[in-house]
C-alpha cells in the first residue's frame, strides 16, 4: 500500500532553515506528481509545494515562493523540501502528499515550529 514517512521536522528561529524529507513506498513515485502541504489546527490544509514526476515544473502559493524549495530522488523514493527564512507563519504540520490515480494520499507529518 501506499506509504509516505515524512522526517526533518522541528524547532526553528524566526529566519531559520529546515530540511524535510519524504521516503515513499508501495506505489510508482517516479510517477506520481508529489505535494507538500501544512496545516495548523481550526484553519483548511494549504498546498505549499508542487512538483512534476520529472522535477520539469515547480509550483509555489505566494506564501511560500522564494522561501521554499521542493525537489525529488526517483531513484530513491524521497521528496523533500528545503525551507529557508521560516517565520512563525510557517509553523504547521507539515505532509508528503502523493498523488496516485485516483487519489491523493498523505503521510503522519512531522511538526515545525517557528518559535524564539
Known amino acids: 500500500q501506499v506509504r509516505l514517512i515524512e522526517s526533518g521536522g522541528g524547532l526553528v528561529q524566526p529566519g531559520g532553515s529546515l530540511n524535510l524529507s519524504c521516503l515513499a513506498s508501495?506505489?510508482?513515485?517516479?510517477?506520481?506528481?508529489m505535494r507538500w502541504y501544512r496545516q495548523t489546527p481550526g484553519k483548511e490544509r494549504e498546498m505549499v509545494a508542487y512538483i512534476l514526476t520529472d522535477s520539469r515544473i515547480t509550483s509555489y502559493p505566494d506564501s511560500t515562493k522564494g522561501r521554499f524549495t521542493i525537489t525529488r530522488d526517483n531513484a530513491k523514493n524521497t521528496l523533500y523540501l528545503q525551507m529557508t527564512n521560516l517565520n512563525f507563519e510557517d509553523t504547521a504540520m507539515y505532509y508528503c502528499?502523493?498523488?496516485?490515480?485516483?487519489?491523493?494520499?498523505y503521510g503522519q507529518g512531522t511538526q515545525v515550529t517557528v518559535s524564539l
Open positions: 508501495g506505489f510508482d513515485f517516479g510517477g506520481s506528481t
Open positions: 502528499c502523493a498523488y496516485v490515480y485516483p487519489s491523493l494520499f
